[in-house]
């Protein structure tokens, strides 16, 4: 099975910053990673596919890169509506492996 | 109005069973492989299974092989989780959801593989699985 490693797993950040988080696999996945955005108490919320893929009707600020084993999720400017969880999947293989999430707060 | 409602969730014992259901309204339900998903009280999501449009390809993770089963009713728009030995590591927040597939042929390799992606999620419905 693929494993999926995020890092950081908290990140504190303030509206307006650039803000990073990276997925790493345990081997390679090509490009078939994918990024959702979780709020508390609410169902994940589908951002990227593919890498770089922006799903419709998610701002332009959101955008994914990388390929292989290392990909970035990347907010160019935060809002307040972007403090949330994230997770990176691959969809590479079964099981579709998720991240441990990271958790984007309010600094 | 495009969703899907999960039910069927609550408190069950050791070693017990539960069938969850998961109805799709909105949407082509018999066009859409289906996926199962959960996430554990203040942890990480977890992909379960899905199932192939007819019913009749499937995948489980290792956790689910053998305790878990999962299908589907075209004709009621259903989903189903018969999930049976159930354990204390089983309490989650079940998730259905839709699996968007994007056929993907790399003439590099000859590798089919497509993309695949969760669009359209239900908002769960708790397991607890305690004595």
């Known amino acids: 099975d693929i494993q999926m490693t995020q890092s950081p797993s908290t990140l504190s950040a303030s509206v307006g910053d650039r803000v990073t988080i990276t997925c790493r696999a345990s081997k390679s996945i090509k490009n078939y990673l994918n990024w959702y955005q979780q709020k508390p108490g609410r169902a994940p919320k589908l951002l990227l596919y593919a890498t770089s893929t922006v799903e419709a009707g998610v701002p332009s600020r959101f955008s994914g890169s990388g390929s292989g084993t290392e990909f970035t999720l990347t907010i160019s400017s935060l809002q307040v509506e972007d403090f949330a969880t994230y997770y990176c999947?691959?969809?590479?293989?079964?099981?579709?492996?998720f991240g441990q999430g990271t958790n984007l707060d309010i600094q | 109005e495009v969703q899907l409602v999960e039910s069927g969730g609550g408190l069950v014992q050791p070693g017990g069973s539960l069938r969850l259901s998961c109805t799709a309204s909105g949407i082509t339900f018999s066009n859409y492989w289906m996926s199962w998903a959960r996430q554990a009280p203040g942890k990480g999501l977890e992909w379960v299974a899905d199932?192939?449009?007819?019913?009749?390809?499937?995948n489980y993770v290792d956790s689910a092989k053998g305790r878990f089963s999962i299908s589907r009713d075209n004709a009621k728009n259903s989903l189903y989780l018969q999930m049976s030995s159930l354990r204390a590591e089983d309490t989650a927040v079940y998730y259905c959801?839709?699996?968007?597939?994007?056929?993907?042929?790399?003439?590099?390799?000859?590798?089919?593989?497509?993309?695949?992606?969760?669009?359209?999620w239900g908002r769960g419905t708790p397991v607890i699985v305690s004595s």
């Open positions: 999947q691959q969809s590479y293989s079964t099981p579709y492996s």
């Open positions: 199932i192939e449009q007819n019913g009749e390809e499937k």
């Open positions: 959801a839709t699996a968007h597939r994007i056929p993907n042929y790399d003439m590099l390799t000859g590798d089919y593989r497509p993309y695949w992606y969760f669009d359209l």
